[in-house]
Every structure is written in structure tokens, then in C-alpha cells.
């Protein structure tokens, strides 16, 4: 049973710090997503990759964020310095290039920036 | 660029009650169509989807979705609803490029 994890699940750190979150795309899936969601703004498209290149990131806070993908196997995105307006569940989500597929969505990141 | 609009943030029904949410977007290209459902402290999950033939779809749990290309809608349905169906529902539309979301819809059924 094929799915998408990300870790941690929750996150609780203090104003300032460098928080780092982890993707495992599900095998064989050639495009990853990064959604931010809050109750204010719904679910927000930050960054996606197709085959580990950037497509877009102009949902990303630049300067702040970035998104990368090390190999095809892991996407991180990294927040520094965190701040409290970041707190949201941040999800990650795969799929295959092309019109007809689908996304399948990770259990999320919970973070909360004090 | 695709968007997508979801007239209404919450709906409160009974058990039994028939659902209709709407979604609305705006592409004038091709598209799929994507419901998702996220359950209360879960992940989104796909409910039905539309690519192409019959606009008349067919999802899990008793959810259809009429595409009404004319209109530009895919709105979605279920005839008899359960406590089990609370949960927020998202309508999202796939152009050329990336996904888009709606809003969410927040689905209250009371026992």
C-alpha cells in the first residue's frame, strides 16, 4: 500500500528557529506538492517539483522558505527563522506528470511557531 | 491561471438529508476535476474525479459529481447523508499546469 510520509507529524518550536520538514514521495511518483494549510486561508499551494526540478515556488515566502528535492526519494522544505504566523499543517503530495493523475496527499507536518 | 470557488464554507445538515455543494472554476482550457475529502484530523483523500466521457460521476461513499461544462461547475452530491460524512470537502480543477484548490467546504451532519 503505496503512500506518501512525512516527519515529524507535529512540530512545536519557539520563534526564530529553523524548522525542517521531510517528504517521502510515493516510489515511481515524479512530482511533488507542498501545501500549507490554516483555517484563515485554506490550503495554499506553496511550492510543486517535477522530476526534482522546481516548477513553482511563487506561493513561497522567499525569504524565508525554500523547497528542495536532495534525490527523487526526498523533498524538504525548510522554514528559517521560523515565525508564529507559520504555524499551519504543512502537507507534501505526489504524482505523476501529466493531466489525467491525480495527487495523493501525506498525513501533513503540525507546526506551531511560539 | 485556473481558480476555483466554493460558494459555501459551512453546511450544517441532519442524518439522512440530501448534500449538494457547490464549485464553480475558471479555466477555459481542459480540465480534471477532483473532489477531496479531509476527515477531521486526517489527510485529503480522494472522493471522485472527472477526466473525461459520462460528466456524471461516480465516487465512494454514495458521492456523485455533475460536471456541467456550460456552466462551468462540478457540483457534488450525495442523496442521503451520514455523521460519518462530517468532514471538510475540497473541489479542485487541474489545467495545464498545476492543481488548484477551493476553499473548502466544512460538512457538519448531526446525529
Known amino acids: 500500500d503505496a503512500r506518501v510520509t512525512q516527519t515529524p507529524r507535529h512540530k512545536v518550536t519557539e520563534m526564530g528557529q529553523e524548522v525542517t520538514m521531510r517528504c517521502q514521495p510515493i516510489?515511481?511518483?515524479?512530482?511533488v506538492f507542498w501545501y500549507r494549510q490554516t483555517m484563515m486561508q485554506g490550503l495554499e499551494l506553496l511550492a510543486y517539483?517535477?522530476?526534482?526540478?522546481?516548477?513553482?515556488d511563487s506561493g513561497m515566502p522567499k525569504d524565508r522558505f525554500s523547497a528542495e528535492m536532495p534525490d527523487a526519494t526526498l523533498a524538504t522544505l525548510k522554514i528559517q527563522p521560523s515565525e508564529p504566523r507559520d504555524s499551519a499543517v504543512y502537507f507534501c503530495?505526489?504524482?505523476?506528470?501529466?493531466?489525467?493523475?491525480?495527487?495523493?496527499f501525506g498525513p501533513g507536518t503540525r507546526l506551531t511557531v511560539l | 491561471a485556473q481558480s476555483v470557488s466554493q460558494h459555501n464554507h459551512h453546511v450544517i445538515l441532519s442524518e439522512a438529508a440530501s448534500l449538494e455543494l457547490g464549485c464553480n472554476y475558471s479555466y477555459g482550457g481542459t480540465v480534471n476535476l477532483f473532489w477531496y475529502v479531509q476527515y477531521p484530523g486526517q489527510h485529503l483523500q480522494l472522493l471522485l474525479k472527472y477526466f473525461s466521457g459520462d460528466p456524471l460521476v461516480k465516487g465512494i461513499k454514495g458521492f456523485e459529481a455533475e460536471f456541467i461544462k456550460s456552466k462551468f461547475s462540478f457540483n457534488l452530491r450525495k442523496p442521503s447523508v451520514q455523521w460519518s460524512d462530517t468532514a471538510e470537502y475540497f473541489c479542485?480543477?487541474?489545467?495545464?499546469?498545476?492543481?488548484?484548490f477551493g476553499a473548502g467546504t466544512r460538512l457538519t451532519v448531526k446525529p
Open positions: 517539483f517535477r522530476n526534482r526540478a522546481p516548477l513553482d
Open positions: 516510489l515511481g511518483h515524479n512530482t
Open positions: 503530495a505526489s504524482g505523476l506528470a501529466g493531466i489525467y493523475n491525480e495527487q495523493f
Open positions: 479542485a480543477v487541474k489545467g495545464d499546469n498545476d492543481m488548484r
